[in-house]
């Protein structure tokens, strides 16, 4: 089957690098990019692109039927530290647009999905370190609940109506073409930034708190190595435990300070802590490397020296425009 693909919530962090690659993959014409508003023009310009409510099964089924689709991409969501802000609006964002890809797949509009779980499926009560893809869950977010239902529905659908839905609880993900949206893990991408304008940070979480991350092209490579995997090789349908590395704040100020010697790290927790308190520390991903042969890159060394090089010139380029 040729992808003829919709990424919704393209606009977004991950969905934006998800876009470029795919196009890169697959051709222009046959990635479509959506999301609710143009709220990334680097995206809205770069390709077709389509308004779309994920909310609005309506909306999505006109799309896929418009283009064509087959394989849909959900990407839109309301993350960690927003959802407990706006409880109500995460869960309704994160299960109506779920249910309506899925549905879309059960009636056979649609053939392939991926949607994104997250490592906030985990609670306090789960085992912090090197944590198994089979386990307790027991999440005390909004975000958390409506991921780990999802991850059931996924399942559900496979099963009972033989979905091809894919996932993978990503862990943070460190990038610099697009800010994060409102995550736990946001810290590990603002810092680099402020480690270049200010030479200081000051970090939402206490220094020791430990939590799984990845950067951007190992989130990207993990996406599509799980969706070209053959359907036989797919063994988990709730979602895939993922990882990469994990490190505390105090570790990626030490990794910036060899680079940056001046930088000077501050620490203010506040209402995030709780919620990277009740996350894993380290991950288990076993199954993931054996059925689909997942294997990271990027080393904490490695996504400081490419976040700094990268920044410094998207920065530059900034004060030229502006001089
Ligand atoms: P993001 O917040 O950066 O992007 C989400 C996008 O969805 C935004 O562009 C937003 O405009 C769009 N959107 C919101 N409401 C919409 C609607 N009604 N219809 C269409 N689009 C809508 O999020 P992200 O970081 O790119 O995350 C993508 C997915 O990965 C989410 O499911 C998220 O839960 C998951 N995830 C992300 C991380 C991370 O560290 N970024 C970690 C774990 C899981």
């Known amino acids: ?9 393209a606009c977004g962090q991950i969905g934006s690098e998800l876009t470029y690659k795919l196009r890169a993959l697959y051709g222009d014409k046959n990635v479509i990019a959506s999301d609710i508003s143009y709220s990334n023009l680097d995206i809205v310009n770069s390709g077709i692109f389509e308004i779309v409510d994920a909310q609005d099964y309506a909306a999505v089924k006109v799309c896929v039927e418009k283009h064509h689709i087959n ?17 109500m609006k995460a869960w309704d ?34 085992p912090k370190e090197n944590t198994p893809q089979f386990t307790v869950m027991e999440p005390s977010t909004v975000y ?19 979905v091809d839905v894919r996932s993978l609880r990503y862990p943070g993900i460190i990038s610099w073409k697009t800010m994060p949206g409102g995550g736990t893990t946001d810290y590990a991408v603002e810092i680099y930034h402020k480690a270049i304008t200010d030479k200081k940070y000051e970090c939402f979480l206490k220094e020791d708190t430990k939590l ?12 599509v190595d799980i969706m070209q995997a053959e359907e036989k090789d797919i063994k988990i349908r709730s979602s895939y435990n993922l990882a990469a590395i994990s490190f505390t704040p105090k570790e990626i100020a030490e990794s910036i300070k060899k680079h940056i010697p001046g930088f000077n790290m501050t620490y203010k927790p506040d209402y995030r802590q709780n919620i990277a308190d009740s996350w894993p ?39 030229k425009e502006s001089n």
């Not at 890159?297 to 004060?319: A, C």
Request: glycine content about 4%.
């Open 93 to 126: 964002l994160n299960m109506n647009s779920l249910f309506h890809v899925l549905n879309l797949a059960k009636a056979k509009f649609i053939k392939k999905v991926f949607w994104p779980s997250s490592i906030a499926v985990y609670g306090p009560t789960t």
């Open 144 to 162: 958390g609940i409506t991921k780990q239902v999802g991850e059931r529905w996924c399942q559900y659908y496979h099963e009972k109506y033989a």
């Open 281 to 319: 520390k380290s991950i288990d991903d076993a199954f993931a490397r054996k059925d689909w042969n997942w294997n990271h890159e990027f080393s904490l060394q490695d996504i400081t020296k490419e976040m700094l090089s990268q920044l410094r010139i998207k920065y530059n380029g900034l004060l």
């Open 71 to 87: 394989t849909v991409y959900l990407m839109a969501a309301i993350l960690s530290a927003t959802g407990e802000k706006y409880p």
């Open 212 to 223: 799984p991350m990845m950067f951007m092209d190992d989130a990207i490579k993990a996406t």
């Open 1 to 9: 089957m040729n992808p003829k693909i919709l990424i919704i919530g």
